[in-house]
């Protein structure tokens, strides 16, 4: 079964436009990545944010992570038509080094 | 450095038949990952080594997928026989270690089964 659920599950917005993408878990985690898969480069790792943490930033990407609600957001700022791709989070749960992954946001970006 | 190659990058084959996919991970990462992705859905882990050892295979139909991952370098994932419901992307992976490092993926092998 999948642990992360994203929403919305697909997403359109104008290029210069902030997108934010939602994810949510039913069990306690170690840590929580985000993924995003186009066809071009494939499946590729964008940011990590362990269980202690609770904010995290890379670029123009900005990760939260509540572990009292179970759930984390992505939000990709000033967006381009490049980041147009599907957005995963995956749980890593405690005592496992397991990924698990969510069935993923569609995001498009219009120019 | 290289990423993750995996070969081939489409296969088609009846139900029923054979295949085998190959994977070479980024040099120096002990832990590797076979992925299976059904279109629409996130990636299933099925397989994870570390070096040539396995240590989880829990989500791996043993009845008709076998996978090794031979020195502890390339792997190789089969399915014998197959069915229409493997037809998907098959995802390898590595990682320097399977604790907590982030997860380097290939191309990825889109299977049809007809």
């Known amino acids: 079964s999948q642990q992360g659920e994203e929403d919305p599950q697909a997403l359109s917005i104008q290029e210069g436009e902030n997108a934010t993408m939602n994810c949510s878990y039913k069990t306690s985690i170690n840590n929580l990545q985000w993924y995003r898969q186009n066809s071009g480069r494939g499946l590729v790792h964008l940011i990590l944010?362990?269980?202690?943490?609770r904010e995290k930033h890379s670029g123009r990407l900005r990760v939260t992570l509540d572990t009292s609600k179970k759930s984390s957001s992505l939000l990709i700022t000033a967006s381009r038509a490049a980041d147009t791709a599907s957005y995963f989070c995956?749980?890593?749960?405690?005592?496992?080094?397991?990924?698990?992954f969510g069935k993923g946001t569609k995001l498009s970006v219009i120019p | 450095e290289a990423g993750v190659a995996q070969s081939p990058r489409y296969k088609i084959i009846e139900k029923r038949q054979s295949v085998a996919f190959w994977c070479n991970p980024i040099?120096?990462?002990?832990?590797l990952y076979w992925y299976q992705q059904i279109l629409g859905q996130g990636p299933k882990l099925l397989i994870q080594f570390q070096n040539n050892g396995v240590v989880d295979d829990s989500q791996l139909p043993k009845d008709r997928f076998s996978a090794e991952r031979l020195k502890g370098v390339d792997s190789t994932l089969k399915i014998q026989p197959a069915k229409l419901e493997d037809s998907a992307v098959y995802l390898c992976?590595?990682?320097?270690?399977?604790?907590?490092?982030?997860?380097?993926f290939g191309p990825g092998t889109r299977l049809t089964v007809t």
């Open positions: 944010i362990r269980s202690n943490e």
């Open positions: 995956a749980t890593s749960g405690a005592g496992s080094y397991q990924l698990t």
């Open positions: 992976a590595s990682s320097l270690d399977y604790s907590l490092y982030e997860q380097y």
């Open positions: 040099s120096g990462h002990a832990t």
